[in-house]
């Protein structure tokens, strides 16, 4: 038995090993009774509803398309936080994990006090006849703003992982600096990037707070699979049974991309 064999097999302490079990319980056990709340003889007819398939196709829509506005926008801005000064990169950084610290509904506030009719942009916008409240795009600037740290930590770390004498090479040889970027840097950072646009796709998902604040919970407007699971819950549309049935369709999704996802990403090594 070599002896990285042997480190990986008995290397753990006994107390770590406890630990990490009782963190993994900690996950699965509340999964696990998530399933055994749910009614299976109903859940295909559930899963089949016009209101179900209207909240799950509108939450995949705008968390596409909130995923698309995170990786235009992550990654200038997480390699820009790479190549800053050190004061400059904490401070930007420190902005950046802003809407991942503070509770969503505040973040529903600010986007609310910026878009809104009485706000700087808003009441611009409500001049040109444009309201945003409310509406579907509301959906995707809430996703956006709460999952764009995702893809920007994430790009930020890959770029400062590069080997520094790559692009002083590149740029040698004569390739300008858009060049390196897009023949040397972006190739480099690849899997980062699509990591980053996974969580985020992920956290645009599952996004709640801001999206009610922001958005509303309108029906086919505004109305993703998180706020169809708030409202069957507390009974507006549905009971605690059908809740259950629509947080196991929410948790199948968002598991079954991470699956899609990584298998991408086998085939493509």
């Known amino acids: 038995m070599t002896p990285a064999r042997s480190l990986h097999r008995g290397g753990t302490p006994w107390p770590v090993a406890v630990l990490a079990g009782l963190a993994l ?4 056990a509340p999964l696990a009774a998530l399933l055994l709340r749910v009614d299976w003889v109903e859940f295909p007819g559930i899963l089949a509803s016009p209101t179900v398939l209207g909240a799950l196709g509108l939450s995949f829509g705008t968390a ?3 995923t698309i506005a995170c990786i235009l926008l992550g990654v200038p801005l997480g390699t820009a936080l790479a190549r800053a000064r050190p004061r400059p990169a904490s401070l930007g950084r420190a902005l950046v994990l802003v809407p991942l610290l503070m509770p969503p509904l505040v973040g529903g506030l600010a986007l609310l006090s910026l878009f809104g009719r009485t706000g700087a942009v808003g009441g611009l916008l409500a001049s040109l006849g444009i309201a945003l409240p409310f509406t579907t795009p509301a959906v995707v600037i ?4 709460v999952a764009l ?3 920007v930590i994430s790009v930020e770390q890959a770029v400062r992982a590069i080997d520094p004498r790559l692009e002083p090479v590149a740029r040698t040889l004569g390739a300008g600096r858009g060049g390196v970027f897009a023949r040397v840097t972006l190739p480099l950072i690849r899997p980062a990037i699509l990591a980053g646009a996974t969580m985020s796709f992920s956290r645009a998902l599952a996004e709640f707070g801001a999206t009610a604040l922001f958005a509303g919970n309108v029906e086919g407007v ?3 699979m998180p706020l169809a699971i708030y409202s069957v819950f507390n009974g507006a549309v549905g009971g605690p049974e059908q809740a259950y049935a629509l947080a196991v369709i929410l948790v199948a999704s968002a598991v079954a991309v991470l699956i899609a996802v990584r298998g991408w990403r086998v085939q493509g090594v």
């Open 149 to 151: 740290p995702f893809l």
């Open 222 to 224: 505004t109305r993703t």
């Open 142 to 145: 809430a996703q956006t703003f």
């Open 64 to 66: 596409l398309i909130a």
């Open 25 to 28: 319980l900690a996950i699965i």
